[in-house]
C-alpha cells in the first residue's frame, strides 16, 4: 500500500538545521534560507525525481521528492525568476530582499535515475588543490544542477598507503607508488606509478580528512558518491616483492604502468578484499565503484578478459553485496568481454563521449558498437573539456540531437541518466547549464529560444547586444560538428613555437570550423553591451565579456602568426619583425586582460597548491607538481616522445606571460637571426621549460585593473575593424 510522508522544514528557526538544502541556500547568501519554503515529499515507491515551485506566504515554496531534487529547483527558480545563475564564478550571489513571485505552480518531472559528475581527469586538472571551502561550493554547484551521482577519487591514496604496508612493503615503498596530487587521475586509471611523488604524511592526513568531509556533506544531500575499487592493480614491482602472478600492460605515453594482477592468481581474492577493508575502515560502506583496468591501450595479452571482469566484479560484490561497477567507456574500453556475462543492472556504462563519439550504439559514430553495452545499464555524457584547456568550445546541437536520439532508440530503455565527464571544469558554463537541463525537459531543446532565455537568466535582465552575441556564439564556437577534434580550437600562444603551428597539444585534431569575424562580433556586441551600467556591474556578464574578449584575442593572434608565416616564406626580415611584434603585443594583451579576473589567473593556483604544504620542501613539491602539470607534463621522454607537453595548456594571466611569451620571444630571436643571415641554433624547449617548472617566483593573486574598462581598451584597440 502506497504512503507519502510529508516532511514540512523552514516552519521554525529551530527545525532549520534539519535540511541540509537550507545550510547550502546559507552558504549562498546569509538569510536566503528564510526566503524558501522547503517540503520533502518522500514516497516509499519508486517515483521519478520531480521538484515543483509555487508561492506560499511571501516565501518560494520548493517541493521535491528528495534533496538534490529540491536544489535543482532552487536552481531552477534562481535562473528564470530571480535572474541570478549560480555558476562557478557566481557562487555568492546576493539574493533580492524579496524574491520575485513564481505565479501559477511550475512542476518539473526526470526521468533520469543518475545524473552523473566528474571525470578521474577533473579531479586531477581542476581539483588537486582544492581546500574544504572550495569543495563546498562545488557540492553546492552539483545538488543545484541536479547531480545525485559523482566520482569521488579523493584520498584513495590513504587506502593504497594503508593497503600496501599491510601487504608488507614499508611505509617509504608504499609512497614511492603513489603519485603527486596532480597526477593521481592517471596512477588510478593504471597509467603510471608515482610520477609527482612521494606524497607526504601530511598530504595523507590533508586527503584523507578532505575526503571524509567531502563524503558526509554529498551522502547529507543525497548524492551518492563513487570510490575506486580494486582493479587488479599492483605495484611493478608485485611480482617479486609478493609472490603473485601479474601481467605488464606496458607503457602508456612514455610512462611504465602498474603491474596487472592476474584473475586467476589465487591471491587475487584476498588482496582485493583487504583493498576494500581498509577502504571501508576509512570512509564507510560504499554503494559503487569505478574500476578502469587497461585504459587507453594498456596491454591485455595473455589475459583471460572474462575471468578478469568476474573476479574485479565478484571482489566488488564481496565487499558490498548490492554495490554498481561504474565504468568509462573510451576507445576499446569497457571491452566486452569484461563485462558481457555480469549481471544486468549491477553495471553502468559511462559513455564518457556521447556528444561526438558515441558508443551506445548510435550508428552514426565511428566508434559504433552494434550491441551497445551488451544490455548494461548506461548513462548519456558529454566530455567537452580535454586537459583542462581554456577557451569557448560546445556541440550544442549534438549534445541535444544525441540525447533525443539515444531516447528515441532501443538503447533507450538501459539509458538511466546524463553525466558530464570533462576533463577540466570553470569553463564553459553554458554548456554545462544546457545538458544538466536536459532530463528536466520534456520537449527537444530550441537553440535560439534557450539560448535567449540563458542570457536574460545570466545576467537578470534582458539586452540585445549580449543576446545577439550569444546567438552567434552558439551558431559557431558552441556548435562544433561531430569530428575528431577534441575541444576548443586550441590558441596559438600556447603553443610550442616553430614555423608550422597548428594545433598546441597532441591530440587537438582542431578543425576551422568557424570564422575569426564570427567571435570579433560577439566580442564588440559584448563590448557594446557593457556601456548598460547596471549590465557591466553584473559579476557573470564581466566574466563573460573577459572570456570573449580573451578568445577573440587568440583568433586575432592566430592570423597574426599566419602574416609571421608569410613573412618567413618570403625571406622578408623587416614584414617577420612587423607582425611578431605585434603578435608579442598580442600575447602580453592577453595576460593583461586575463588578470583582471582571478578565474584567469596562475596565482591563485599557485598560491593555492602551496598552502596545503607543511614544509618548505612540501610547498616546493606540490608548486612543481600544478607547474608540471600544465606545461611539460612528464619527462622529456614523456613530454616530447609521448606527446604529453601543453596538452593541460591554460590560459591564465601569469603563464601567457611568464611562459609562453620567453619561448615565442626566443623562437622568434632565432629566426630573426636567420633572416637577418646570422646563426641560429636549435632551441631545447624541453630543457627551458622544465627550467620554469623548478621556478618558485610569485604571481598576483587578486585582479588589478578593470575588467570592463580592460575589455573595451582591447577591443577597440586591438581587434580588426568591420
Known amino acids: 500500500m502506497k504512503y507519502k510522508l510529508l516532511l514540512l522544514l523552514l516552519l521554525s528557526p529551530a527545525l532549520s538545521w534539519a535540511n541540509p538544502v537550507d545550510s547550502l541556500l546559507e552558504r549562498l547568501d546569509k538569510g536566503a534560507s528564510s526566503k524558501f519554503e522547503l517540503i520533502v515529499d518522500g514516497a516509499i515507491d519508486n517515483t521519478d525525481d ?206 611504465h604502468r602498474p603491474a596487472f594482477l592476474q584473475p586467476t592468481d589465487s591471491r587475487f581474492a584476498d588482496i582485493a578484499a583487504a583493498y576494500y577493508d581498509e577502504l571501508q575502515k576509512l570512509y564507510g560502506p560504499m554503494e559503487f565503484f569505478c574500476m578502469d583496468p587497461f585504459h587507453e591501450g594498456g596491454s591485455v595479452e595473455g589475459v583471460d578478459l572474462r575471468a578478469a571482469g568476474r573476479a574485479i566484479w565478484q571482489a566488488m560484490r564481496r565487499a558490498s553485496t548490492e554495490s554498481k561497477w561504474v565504468i568509462q567507456a573510451w576507445g576499446a574500453n569497457p571491452r566486452s568481454a569484461m563485462i558481457d556475462s555480469l549481471p544486468k543492472g549491477s553495471v553502468i556504462v559511462l559513455d564518457l563521449y556521447s556528444e561526438n563519439l558515441p558508443q551506445w550504439g548510435d550508428c552514426l559514430s565511428r566508434w559504433y558498437r552494434p550491441k551497445g553495452f551488451d544490455g548494461h545499464d548506461w548513462i548519456y555524457c558529454m566530455l567537452l573539456n580535454f586537459g583542462g584547456n581554456v577557451g569557448l568550445f560546445g556541440r550544442f546541437d549534438s549534445v541535444t540531437e544525441g540525447y533525443n536520439r539515444a531516447l528515441r532508440s532501443s538503447f533507450a530503455s538501459s539509458m538511466k541518466g546524463v553525466g558530464m565527464t570533462m576533463e577540466g571544469i570553470e569553463n564553459n558554463p553554458m554548456m554545462y547549464q544546457l545538458l544538466s537541463e536536459l532530463p528536466w525537459r520534456d520537449t527537444p531543446v530550441d537553440r535560439n529560444q534557450w539560448i535567449t532565455r540563458y542570457a536574460q537568466a545570466r545576467y537578470g535582465r534582458s539586452n540585445a547586444q549580449a543576446e545577439s552575441a550569444w546567438k552567434i556564439l552558439a551558431a559557431t564556437v558552441y556548435n562544433s560538428p561531430r569530428s575528431a577534434q577534441e575541444g576548443t580550437n586550441e590558441s596559438v600562444f600556447c603553443a610550442r613555437p616553430s614555423d608550422n603551428v597548428w594545433q598546441v597539444s597532441t591530440w587537438s585534431n582542431m578543425q576551422p570550423y568557424y570564422k575569426a569575424e564570427d567571435v570579433y562580433r560577439a566580442a564588440r556586441l559584448f563590448v557594446e553591451a557593457s556601456r548598460d551600467e547596471q549590465l557591466s556591474r553584473n559579476n557573470n556578464f564581466r566574466y563573460d565579456l573577459v572570456d570573449v574578449v580573451r578568445q577573440a584575442l587568440a583568433e586575432r593572434g592566430r592570423e597574426v602568426y599566419g602574416l609571421m608565416q608569410q613573412a618567413l616564406k618570403a625571406s622578408n626580415a623587416q614584414l617577420f619583425k612587423t607582425h611578431s611584434d605585434e603578435f608579442l603585443r598580442l600575447l602580453l594583451s592577453q595576460d593583461t586582460l586575463l588578470a583582471t579576473r582571478t578565474e584567469f589567473m596562475l596565482g591563485p593556483r599557485i598560491a593555492q597548491a602551496r598552502s596545503l604544504g607543511i614544509t618548505p620542501e612540501e610547498k616546493d613539491q606540490l608548486e612543481w607538481n600544478l607547474r608540471t602539470q600544465i606545461t611539460v607534463w612528464g619527462n622529456r621522454q614523456c613530454s616530447d616522445e609521448g606527446g604529453l607537453h601543453d596538452y593541460s595548456h591554460r590560459e591564465w594571466s601569469g603563464m601567457l606571460a611568464d611562459f609562453y611569451y620567453p619561448r615565442w620571444q626566443a623562437w622568434i630571436d632565432s629566426q630573426q637571426q636567420r633572416l637577418e643571415g646570422k646563426p641560429a641554433p636549435a632551441i631545447d624547449f624541453f630543457a627551458m621549460e622544465e627550467v620554469w617548472t623548478h621556478r618558485h617566483n610569485p604571481f598576483p593573486t587578486k585582479p588589478v585593473l578593470d575588467a570592463v574598462a580592460t575589455a573595451q581598451h582591447m577591443v577597440d584597440r586591438l581587434l580588426p575593424h568591420p
Not at 68 to 84: E, F, N
Not at 136 to 158: F, K, P, R, Y
Request: with cysteine; hydrophobic share 40%.
Open 50 to 255: 520531480y521538484f515543483e515551485l509555487s508561492d506560499s506566504h511571501g516565501k518560494v515554496r520548493v517541493r521535491g521528492n528528495n534533496y538534490v531534487s529540491i536544489a535543482t529547483g532552487i536552481g531552477w527558480y534562481l535562473r528564470y525568476w530571480a535572474g541570478i545563475d549560480v555558476a562557478w564564478n557566481n557562487m555568492h550571489p546576493r539574493l533580492p530582499r524579496r524574491l520575485p513571485k513564481v505565479g501559477t505552480t511550475v512542476r518539473h518531472t526526470s526521468k533520469a535515475t543518475w545524473r552523473y559528475y566528474l571525470n578521474y581527469c577533473t579531479l586531477s586538472y581542476s581539483m588537486a588543490f582544492w581546500d574544504w571551502d572550495r569543495w563546498q561550493e562545488e557540492i553546492d554547484w552539483m545538488a543545484l544542477h541536479g547531480i545525485n551521482l559523482c566520482l569521488s577519487n579523493v584520498g584513495t591514496d590513504a587506502v593504497w598507503d594503508a593497503l600496501l604496508q599491510r601487504l608488507g612493503y614499508s611505509r617509504q615503498e608504499a609512497r614511492e607508488f603513489i603519485a603527486g596530487p596532480a597526477f593521481q587521475a592517471w596512477w588510478l586509471m593504471n597509467n603510471l606509478e608515482g610520477w609527482g611523488g612521494p606524497v607526504s604524511d601530511s598530504w595523507i592526513h590533508h586527503s584523507l580528512t578532505l575526503q571524509r568531509r567531502i563524503l558526509g556533506r554529498m551522502r547529507s544531500l543525497g548524492i551518492h558518491p563513487i570510490m575506486p575499487g580494486f582493479s587488479g592493480m599492483l605495484p611493478h614491482d608485485a611480482r617479486t616483492k609478493l609472490g603473485v602472478n601479474v601481467q605488464d600492460p606496458g607503457l602508456w605515453n612514455g610512462f
